[in-house]
């Protein structure tokens, strides 16, 4: 039979390219503008090649942010998807406690970022939240908003309360696509609960951890809403993350090169490094 | 090292899967669960295996009361329909997996793995995960797997069913080779019947949960002790209708008669059901005493050089199969022969009251 090619396909996703030309590639576009020219104001513009990049690559606050980034990132994902596989490997399998626990799961998923940031702020308050005041009640010296580790722990403890779900819900959709059959022909072989884990949910969840893992480095990387609102990047500069970092450069100083610069090289590293996760995964899958 | 349940049945929140069963399965034997599907094929072998516990009734296993012994501390090995093998682990440690929990030393482990992946064939897959073999070769992995622990109890549940037509007869050909020279119990369940006449042994029939007769193969098969047996023991089912017995002669409907032979004549004068299998009721005149019957054609299917052809005959649904193409007009009226030298005859309980020429097949 002869292969048709139909060209209305095209008709069909011409709204889609249109849309997404002017939500991503015209914005990037700018930005990729900016980023190698100088502005005095009064939407002069002038040619400044690269100094932008070789001034954000050198800047010893881009490091520093840069480094609280990955420690941020890197922390949330140590907790965050053992915990979220171990919660989902003791949740029921069948049962009316099923939707009970997936309802509950969900919850946080559900409430907007500034409001998660606002609710935790309140939590942590050393004076009047019900977690500061009674950390303080039982001999803590808490107070996040002065004492670095304090600020640390509530935006980690934040994080882990608002996310660690998706991970639970991705790795519970793994859990329950695995067939009986499997389980029971581990026991039928004597297999005790850890080879069951390493050998049967651990390799078939992979998939869905490695998106979960994804999702997770990329959302953490890309996180603003809920530090702003907890800390605002304080005390002084110690919860201060990349994109904190960058919204103050381009709308608190109106250094719109720098910040362009900063923004490419800020997508750059995302993209890097999900490559280098993504790749580790799979390794294996062929 | 013979395998008893004694009045063994399962119930699950307050539904019935399993209706007290004795059986008892001989060492080194090979027997086949026969029903279809929900007949309680697959409740049955996880019974037997331990993996459920049964509501009521014994387990016994080489003289010794085993029914509440977990799975784990039985020596027993299970194949499944989808083709279960650890994912991550090549063919190699599939196959050691359970002689590795065994705690078996390496140098033994090696040998028997290999001695097995020999007779499976697997040899030059070894090294490869199972994402990386046919399906034919993943479950002959999952056999493997099985076999190579020496197990006491090898269940085997539609092992073949989810392979394509030409893996399946390849592996139904080499199943019983397998089992040749082992002293274990293996059940082997399946829907087919002409499985169970392939591999012999013992059949088992199922029907809804209760075991209505269970003896050598071929004796279940000429012999069904009731109509249930013979119509789960016969594909497509047997085809039943009501007769009357007057004097020497049966009467179906009003105008088919036929004499009782010797070994029928005997019986009492009332109704019967009467039974005849579907290759037994053919398009030309064929066998001892054939008698024509007339009815109108439902659906007529051809297999190869085989013709189906399913037909109504005073209101029940019958079905002959004839060597050779046919050609039907589907609604016609059409003439069959069914050859009553090879029926059979159940009382209004259902039971074998007699069947001609004593046998049926």
């Not at chain 1, 626990?101 to 935790?120: F, K, Q, R, T």
């Not at chain 2, 897959?125 to 099985?146: C, F, K, V």
Request: some cysteine.
């Amino acid at each position: 039979m002869r292969k048709t090619v139909n060209q209305k396909a095209w008709f069909f996703i011409l709204p889609v390219l249109v849309l997404v030309a002017f939500n991503a590639i015209l914005p990037l576009m700018t930005v990729v503008n900016y980023s190698v020219q100088e502005t005095f104001g009064n939407n002069e513009f002038f040619w400044a090649g690269l100094i932008w990049f070789e001034q954000v690559i050198s800047s010893p606050r881009f490091h520093d942010s840069l480094i609280r980034q990955l420690i941020f990132t890197f922390s949330i994902l140590a907790i965050e998807i053992p915990l979220g596989v171990i919660i989902a490997l003791a949740m029921p399998r069948k049962g009316m406690w099923v939707s009970v626990c997936l309802v509950l799961m969900a919850l946080p998923l559900l409430i907007p970022w500034n409001v998660v940031g606002a609710m935790w702020n309140i939590f942590a308050l050393p004076d009047i939240g019900l977690m500061g005041y009674t950390l303080n009640a039982i001999g803590f010296d808490f107070n996040f908003t002065r004492q670095i580790e304090d600020a640390w722990f509530t935006l980690l403890l934040m994080d882990v309360w608002h996310w660690t779900s998706l991970v639970v819900l991705l790795a519970y959709a793994g859990l329950v696509s695995i067939p009986d059959a499997y389980y029971q022909a581990a026991r039928i072989d004597g297999a005790s609960s850890w080879a069951i884990f390493r050998y049967i949910q651990l390799p078939k969840m992979k998939r869905v951890l490695t998106i979960a893992v994804l999702l997770r480095f990329m959302d953490s990387f890309n996180i603003y809403t809920e530090p702003f609102v907890l800390t605002g990047g304080g005390p002084g500069n110690s919860t201060t993350l990349l994109s904190i970092d960058l919204v103050k450069i381009a709308l608190g100083q109106f250094d719109l090169g720098p910040a362009a610069a900063m923004s490419l090289i800020y997508f750059l590293i995302i993209l890097l490094l999900s490559w280098v996760f993504y790749t580790l995964m799979m390794r294996n899958e062929e | 090292m013979a395998l008893e349940l004694k009045s063994v049945a399962k119930q699950v929140d307050g539904e019935v899967h399993i209706h007290p069963t004795d059986l008892t399965l001989a060492p080194g034997s090979f027997n086949v669960l026969l029903g279809t599907t929900l007949s309680g094929k697959t409740t049955l072998m996880q019974l037997m295996a331990g993996l459920e516990r049964p509501t009521s009734g014994q387990i016994w296993f080489d003289g010794r009361d085993v029914t509440g012994v977990s799975v784990q501390k039985r020596n027993v090995s299970m194949v499944y329909q989808q083709f279960i093998n650890y994912p991550n682990l090549s063919v190699y440690a599939n196959i050691a997996s359970p002689l590795k929990l065994a705690r078996i030393d390496k140098a033994e482990i090696n040998r028997r793995v290999m001695e097995m992946a020999e007779l499976m064939r697997l040899t030059p897959m070894l090294d490869r995960r199972p994402s990386e073999l046919s399906g034919g070769q993943q479950q002959r992995t999952a056999m493997a797997r099985a076999l190579v622990k020496d197990a006491d109890l090898v269940l085997l549940d539609e092992p073949l069913a989810n392979l394509d037509f030409k893996l399946r007869e390849e592996l139904r050909d080499e199943l019983p080779r397998l089992f040749a020279d082992r002293n274990c119990i293996a059940v082997y369940a399946t829907t087919e019947p002409m499985e169970a006449l392939l591999f012999g042994g013992n059949t088992a029939t199922l029907h809804e949960g209760r075991v209505t007769q269970f003896g050598p193969t071929m004796e279940s098969y000429q012999h069904p002790r009731d109509l249930i047996s013979a119509q789960v023991f016969s594909e497509p089912p047997m085809n039943a209708a009501k007769v009357t017995k007057q004097g020497g002669e049966f009467l179906l409907g009003d105008s088919i008669r036929w004499q009782a032979d010797a070994s029928t004549v005997a019986l009492a004068d009332g109704s019967y059901r009467l039974g005849v299998r579907p290759h037994r009721v053919t398009i030309r005149p064929d066998g001892a005493q054939p008698v024509a019957i007339r009815g109108h054609v439902r659906i007529a299917e051809l297999s190869g050089s085989e013709s189906t052809v399913h037909f109504d005959l005073s209101g029940n649904d019958w079905v002959s199969l004839s060597t050779g193409v046919h050609d039907f007009d589907i609604g016609a009226e059409a003439e069959f022969h069914m050859d009553v030298s090879r029926a059979m005859y159940f009382d209004d309980a259902g039971h074998l009251v007699g069947a001609a020429g004593g046998r049926s097949d």
